[in-house]
């Protein structure tokens, strides 16, 4: 039964990085598709990134473009995603999220991943001074 557990969430002051990493079970990276959803309070569930079956399909949202990095160790099922110059803004409990690959797999969609996917139990980030 596919399972995704995410980890790394924290407290860290504005600027700062951090990783979060999501170890995927009974997961294959040329059926699914992975990606990461955030809830900031008093906003809507966000899509932050995702990944498809080639590395070169990603998408991120346009409010973390530039700051966060989507990756992948393909030997330990994991998907990680970087975040650098964090802004109070990006506080929120972080998801990660998988389901089955739409077509080739090539491009990754958000809107699969948030109505079919598999969620984890969530990761708190906390940007703040």
């Known amino acids: 039964q596919l399972q995704v557990v995410e980890s790394g969430g924290g407290l860290v002051q504005p600027g700062e990085s951090l990783r979060l990493s999501c170890v995927a079970s009974d997961f294959s990276w040329t059926t699914h598709q992975i990606g990461w959803f955030r809830q900031v309070p008093g906003k809507e569930r966000e899509a932050v990134s995702c990944i498809a079956t080639v590395d070169t399909s990603t998408y991120y949202a346009d409010s973390v473009k530039d700051r966060f990095t989507i990756s992948r160790d393909y030997a330990k099922n994991t998907v990680y995603l970087q975040m650098h110059s964090l802004k109070p803004e990006d506080t929120g409990v972080y998801y990660c999220?998988?389901?089955?690959?739409?077509?080739?797999?090539?491009?990754?969609?958000?809107?699969?991943?948030?109505?079919?996917?598999?969620w984890g139990q969530g990761t708190q980030v906390t940007v703040s001074s």
């Open positions: 999220v998988a389901a089955p690959i739409v077509g080739s797999g090539y491009v990754c969609y958000p809107r699969v991943l948030e109505t079919a996917g598999v």
